[in-house]
């Protein structure tokens, strides 16, 4: 017989971008971002995964912008504030908007 243990988890994907809503620059590096979330996970003990991506949407004049942005995914217990938590990145990235989406897993370690 297996022996295996089953875990009812929520996945967060969040994506945020890197460009001060402001500045419309970035005005920290990548890297750095990187390193601070990292930094502020481990402390809080939270599992993710931080990915570069570039991402485009439709801003509020009208026109689509472009901007490179972080894929956070949060693989963790249900009991996560994630709308705090993305609040929290948002005003430290100076980002008006962020995605948030929400998936129910079912892992199975083996």
Request: hydrophobic share 35%; glycine share 4%.
């Amino acid at each position: 017989m297996e022996n295996s243990k089953e875990k009812n988890n929520i996945e967060y994907q969040i994506f945020i971008g890197c460009t001060d809503s402001q500045l419309k620059r970035e005005v920290i590096s990548i890297e750095e971002l990187i390193e601070k979330i990292t930094f502020y996970f481990k402390r809080k003990r939270i599992n993710f995964s931080i990915l570069r991506a570039n991402g485009g949407y439709l801003d509020k004049t009208n026109w689509f912008a472009t901007e490179n942005s972080l894929y956070i995914d949060i693989v963790g217990p249900s009991n996560l504030d994630i709308i705090k938590l993305t609040k929290s990145l948002s005003m430290f990235m100076n980002q008006e908007h962020s995605l948030i989406i929400k998936n129910s897993l079912n892992i199975k370690f083996k």
